[in-house]
């Protein structure tokens, strides 16, 4: 009696054990924690009462860090958080905090996780809040949730970890997320859906790039190995991986250790130590190693007097050494090796030398089975057909970049699409694999020196961070993905098969979709699959809420300091610009490009006055003018500090931006981006959408100032950008202008973005309003609508005279008596698709102009336009869309807007009252309570006018 007492007591201690996942997760970083951002009210539309104290948001960490895009303009206070995981896996579940005045002791519990079928025990959660460290500042490191002070307006994360032991009953389970701080306390429901379905297992080797060494094995800290991976730590290290479906690493640097002194015979201990650990921590499905080395090393014996005397060049050492490598690893039966000559061949001239004079010889010593190409060519070049992969055949391709036609090539072949550096984001490793088929797939990099360190190794634990759990979460999306392959390939075709595989491409289309896209296909493909009946029928009570939002966008570009009014120039001025200096004007210039945001941040973080903040905050001098005529954009760029002439790379490059450069955005109004880069040699790289084009249209002048900087004059023919000739008058374009400033470690740009440029919804704009100095203070895109518009601004100087606006053929539509000493103005005019192009002018009373603006007229036969057009969710989950009324806000003053829900047979499911828009351009945002599974659409209507949008809801 007292052994089975004994026995049941064992039995149930053992139950309570955390799962290896969370045993190894170390939550106590150390000292080196930056206290949370200082952020204000990042809730602005979110109901004061639930801001007291602290406000809980949703966080889309897919394409959000805490350090940038603060704002979430959801006016729905976050109510659930819904996590969809398979029996045997563990996930993640994040929100955000935002103190709104000083706090103490803020924490954060599950009461608990209770389902029909039974509870999933607290010992398979965790919680963690998300720092950031000041000495690898790009690790959002996962630490104790609890945090003893607070400062007002501070921003931090929580994540949610919970783990689904095997044998786990399918069904829901429930609980609440408690978060509390200095007698404040708010709540969240937890739902975890747990399928009735055994997803297949990951087949394909998934991992990071790290250095070979540890950092007290020589490993450079620093610029090789962090200074926390250590020998004592690489176990736990490797068994963490592991756990995240990530044990199958790249090796870079792998350097030969030799027997003796003066001898070829390498020793293998080191490298042996390395591959026990990897194996014996499991799931590593291949191991890879990049032999630059070797080729360096053979090079080095090559030229010592014994092996000269004996005959052996440097390729005869390195196929020796390739040799007893590959003797080596089946002797001591490595799990599955492949090999490298050279990283990344496409554009660096040393590394693509050393590829093109021992590849070959790897590949014959070693065997095609063991190689893997490693490059980063440009779309370009793959729709060229004129990469290495292709041209020399190489079974494995594992770029950084696809295209279409690629991915069609290399099957073509017989050959296998791999991939690589696409970004720590959840997609990377799960989405996207499948969109590619791709055999493989790493990530650069973790434990590298202080940039790329994504965890802390330590003998007693890992410190884990937001990087890799969603890098986790991209596994798990690939096995949930692998299975609806196997039974509905076309559903998942139909599902992502619209994703970008162009890399700049594919962060472009995450940016747009974000986090909830990424669940909906994970949910998608689970209900595809999950026949049970047992899930998939929840729907969300109460009837649909909808609350309309100032759009935030369209208030940035509003500001005047965010818009540069392009300089109409002569016609004649030839496709080489010649020297001018009357064309850099204030109205059409930069002024001097600044700091970005995060940057500007981290400046005032470190600084300890206001007057060390203005020293260390003004970045080298660069600013930029911009003019147009019937040739194209005429840029000239203004930079101090470096010298002309000295960068290397050369034209139609996309690796441009790595020296000292300026950058021009372009966001067309049709949604296309165009990019220019041009170097200090004046060489050029034109992309549209990320892609490079051939750029032997664009025109560069230069000159230097003296030995401390240069200007350059630039000419884009309106050809580059698919145009025949000039924008109509008043037309305005999304408009940015960046400096890479290597030399001294500066980024800089105009419009300030947050960490990147390709932010464009932080981007200024670019208004080809001619010389003239009207501004329109209600007219956001800078044209008029069909019928009744009031155009409201103010003029850059008075004028005894008229304001009148004319149309195409010089009639005057409305007009307005000026009085002197006054600027500001109201002017009413109706207006027809005939009347284009319009012309707004100021007159004196002798029929001088003095000044003009020309608008454009929009003309479109709905009420609006929606951005993006459809929308899906889950049943009760919050969707938004930016809308652009069709109407002038005459129009919208005088006939409202209507707004109801009809269900797909058309018939009205709710009507919302007292709709109030700001003007013709706002943020919706319904909520999706009471809503069964079905299509749907949002009917808005100005007097006769109407569109809609289109909703499909899916059951939780």
Not at 91 to 109: E, I, P, Q, T
Not at 163 to 192: E, F, I, M, Q, W
Not at 344 to 357: C, G, M, N, P, W
Request: overall charge negative; hydrophobic content about 40%.
């Amino acid at each position: 009696m007292r052994i089975t007492s004994l026995l049941l007591l064992f039995l149930s201690v053992a139950c309570l054990a955390s799962p290896e996942c969370f045993d190894l997760m170390k939550l106590d970083y150390g000292d080196e924690l930056a206290p949370p951002p200082v952020a204000g009210d990042c809730f602005p539309n979110l109901p004061k009462e639930h801001k007291e104290g602290f406000a809980v948001g949703g966080w889309d960490y897919i394409k959000d860090t805490l350090h940038t895009r603060h704002v979430d303009e959801n006016p729905f206070p976050l109510t659930e958080l819904f996590l969809v995981l398979p029996r045997g896996e563990y996930g993640m579940a994040c929100l955000k905090v935002n103190a709104s005045r000083d706090l103490r002791n803020f924490d954060v519990r599950l009461d608990g996780l209770r389902g029909e079928a039974g509870d999933i025990g607290l010992e398979n959660v965790r919680i963690a809040r998300v720092a950031q460290s000041t000495y690898y500042y790009q690790g959002d490191f996962l630490v104790e949730a609890r945090h003893a002070t607070v400062s007002s307006g501070a921003l931090f994360g929580v994540a949610l970890l919970v783990n689904v032991p095997p044998g786990t009953k399918a069904g829901y389970y429930n609980g609440r997320l408690v978060l509390s701080a200095d007698g404040v306390s708010r709540h969240v429901d937890v739902v975890l859906c747990v399928p009735a379905v055994d997803f297949p297992e990951c087949s394909i080797p998934l991992g990071f790039y790290m250095p070979y060494f540890a950092s007290d094995q020589g490993g450079r800290e620093g610029r090789w190995a962090a200074k926390d991976y250590k020998m004592d730590s690489q176990k736990t290290y490797f068994k963490f991986l592991k756990t995240r479906g990530m044990n199958s690493p790249t090796i870079f640097h792998y350097r030969p250790e030799f027997k003796t002194d003066n001898s070829k015979e390498i020793d293998f201990s080191t490298l042996d130590r390395l591959v026990s650990l990897i194996t014996e921590a499991g799931g590593c499905k291949g191991l890879f190693l990049d032999l630059r080395f070797l080729a360096s090393t053979a090079k080095d014996f090559a030229k010592m007097p014994a092996y000269q005397e004996a005959g052996l060049d440097d390729i005869a050492i390195y196929r020796d050494f390739v040799a007893q490598l590959c003797k080596h690893s089946e002797a001591k039966k490595y799990p599955p090796c492949y090999f490298m000559s050279e990283e990344e061949v496409a554009y660096h001239s040393d590394k693509r030398q050393t590829f093109l004079r021992f590849g070959l010889h790897l590949r014959e010593v070693a065997g095609e089975d063991r190689m893997i190409l490693l490059d980063n060519p440009t779309a370009a070049q793959i729709d060229q057909g004129i990469d290495f992969g292709h041209s020399m055949r190489y079974k494995r391709r594992q770029y950084n970049t696809w295209t279409d036609k690629g991915l069609a090539q290399t099957a073509a072949d017989g050959d296998e699409v791999w991939s690589y550096n696409f970004g720590f984001r959840r997609p990377s490793y799960g989405i996207l694999l499948h969109r590619l088929n791709s055999q493989g797939h790493h990530q650069w990099a973790d434990v590298w020196g202080k940039p790329w360190t994504s965890t802390v190794a330590r003998p007693d634990g890992v410190v884990s961070s937001i990087r890799i759990e969603s890098c986790h979460e991209g596994m798990v999306d690939y096995r949930i993905l692998s299975g609806l392959r196997q039974q509905n390939a076309d559903l998942l075709s139909s599902l992502i098969g619209d994703l970008p595989v162009v890399n700049a491409q594919y962060h472009h289309a995450i940016d747009a979709r974000g986090l909830s896209w990424v669940d909906m296909i994970r949910w998608r493909a689970v209900l595809a699959q999950d026949k049970s009946g047992i899930i998939g029928k929840r729907v969300i009570g109460g009837e649909p809420m909808l609350r309309v939002m100032e759009n935030h966008q369209a208030v940035v570009e509003t500001q005047a300091d965010l818009a540069i009014r392009a300089l109409l120039v002569a016609d004649d001025v030839e496709r080489v610009p010649t020297w001018d200096e009357k064309r850099c004007l204030e109205s059409n210039g930069t002024g001097p490009l600044r700091y970005m945001l995060a940057k500007e941040r981290r400046n005032r973080e470190v600084s300890s006055s206001d007057e060390e903040f203005k020293r260390i905050n003004q970045p080298s001098y660069a600013g930029a003018w911009v003019c147009y005529n019937n040739v194209g954009i005429n840029i000239i760029a203004n930079q101090n500090h470096t010298v002309l002439g000295k960068a290397q790379l050369l034209d139609n490059d996309a690796n441009l931006w790595t020296e000292d450069s300026m950058e021009f955005f372009f966001r067309l109004p049709d949604g296309t981006m165009y990019q220019l880069i041009v170097n200090s040699s004046d060489r050029k790289t034109w992309l549209k959408l990320g892609q490079v084009l051939e750029s032997s249209t664009i025109n560069v002048l230069s000159r230097a100032k003296g030995d401390h900087g240069y200007v350059q004059d630039i000419m884009i023919p309106w050809s580059a950008f698919g145009m025949e000739g000039k924008p109509k008058e008043g037309e305005a374009w999304t408009f940015n202008v960046g400096r890479q400033f290597h030399s001294w470690g500066q980024t800089m740009c105009w419009a300030r973005v947050e960490e990147s440029f390709l932010e464009h919804e932080k981007w200024g704009r670019l208004v080809f309003s001619g010389s003239g100095s009207l501004y329109l203070k209600n007219v956001r895109p800078g044209h008029l609508y069909e019928g009744l518009n009031s155009l409201e601004g103010t003029l850059g100087k008075a004028v005894d005279g008229w304001l009148r606006l004319r149309d195409g053929r010089g009639a005057v539509l409305g007009e307005k008596r000026l009085q002197a000493g006054t600027t500001d103005f109201v002017l009413e005019a109706t207006v027809s698709s005939s009347s284009a192009p319009c012309v707004l002018s100021v007159e004196g009373d002798d029929g001088t102009v003095h000044d003009r603006s020309g608008l454009p007229i929009q003309v479109h036969a709905g009420a609006f336009r929606s951005y993006p057009q459809s929308v899906s969710c889950l049943s009760g989950d919050v969707v938004s869309s930016i809308v652009d009324l069709n109407v002038s806000p005459a129009v919208l003053k005088r006939d409202g807007f209507d707004l109801r829900l009809l269900d797909s047979a058309g018939a009205e499911v709710h009507r919302f009252t007292d709709v109030s828009v700001p003007g013709t351009s706002f943020k919706l945002w319904l909520k999706t309570s009471g809503l069964g599974a079905g299509k749907y659409r949002l009917r808005g209507m100005v007097g006769k006018r109407e569109s809609d949008l289109e909703l499909v809801v899916y059951p939780r």
